[in-house]
């Protein structure tokens, strides 16, 4: 099972460059979400969708976009790349059983901006 | 924001030693999880608890949530060089739906 997939893997930006980060889940799971992850500082949410066409910020969410056009696809999208932004991405998709979501996370993305 | 700390922030050990890692928060969660985090994956889930006082295990890994639902132990027994990884507890919210709130992380080396 291909469970949370992310690309690219790793990805070099120069300051002001834009690009998107992709992440596709086959779990038919309502809930995804992207966070970053910087040392010291555990996983902080970015955006988080609840199901096709609804979206919602997090905790970090500036300098980020996110659409949900399909339940599988959750794309992150960096407009014009800051230093800040250099970290390690991850999406994942949610399983809520009871009210508690249960995080499937994919391998993640290294992301550098010069 | 609910901030969630995690202590120690590293601990390196030889295997079959015994260790315990916390997760201290002053805000009420609705449910606590841990994760384990290995180098160039996502993290993945070990247990979720959600009663104050409640105790897991998950064969050498014990995990127990506070009476008061603000704070989290793991205890592993006899670590093995396998059990070498950042470990991440996560608080749950109920009322911002019940999305996670991430600790800081405890990085765990366990020498052979």
């Known amino acids: 099972n291909a469970g949370v997939t992310q690309t690219p893997k790793f990805q070099v930006l120069k300051t002001g460059q834009s690009m998107t980060l992709q992440c596709a889940q086959d779990?038919?799971?309502?809930?995804m979400s992207w966070y970053r992850q910087d040392p010291g500082m555990g996983l902080r949410l970015i955006h988080y969708?609840?199901?096709?066409?609804?979206?919602d910020q997090g905790e970090v969410p500036n300098g980020y976009n996110v659409s949900r056009s399909t339940t599988e696809d959750f794309p992150l999208r960096l407009l014009s790349a800051a230093p800040s932004q250099t970290s390690v991405y991850f999406c994942?998709?949610?399983?809520?059983?009871?009210?508690?979501?249960?995080?499937?996370f994919g391998s993640g993305t290294q992301l550098s901006v010069l | 924001t609910q901030l969630l700390e995690q202590s120690p922030q590293f601990l390196s050990i030889q295997e079959g030693e015994n260790l315990t890692v916390y997760c201290n928060s002053s805000?009420?969660?609705?449910?606590l999880q841990w994760y384990r985090q290995e180098p160039g994956e996502g993290p993945v889930l070990l247990v979720t608890?959600?009663?104050?006082?409640e105790v897991k295990k998950l064969k050498r890994l014990t995990f127990q949530f506070g009476d008061a639902r603000k704070d989290s132990s793991l205890h592993i027994t006899a670590a093995q060089t396998g059990d070498t990884g950042l470990y991440l507890c996560?608080?749950?919210?109920?009322?911002?739906?019940?999305?996670?709130?991430f600790g800081g992380g405890t990085r765990l080396m366990v020498k052979p």
């Open positions: 608890v959600v009663t104050g006082g």
């Open positions: 996560a608080g749950g919210d109920s009322k911002s739906r019940n999305m996670l709130t």
């Open positions: 779990m038919n799971h309502e809930y």
């Open positions: 805000s009420v969660f609705s449910s």
């Open positions: 994942a998709s949610s399983l809520r059983q009871g009210g508690i979501q249960k995080l499937f």
């Open positions: 969708s609840v199901g096709a066409g609804i979206t």
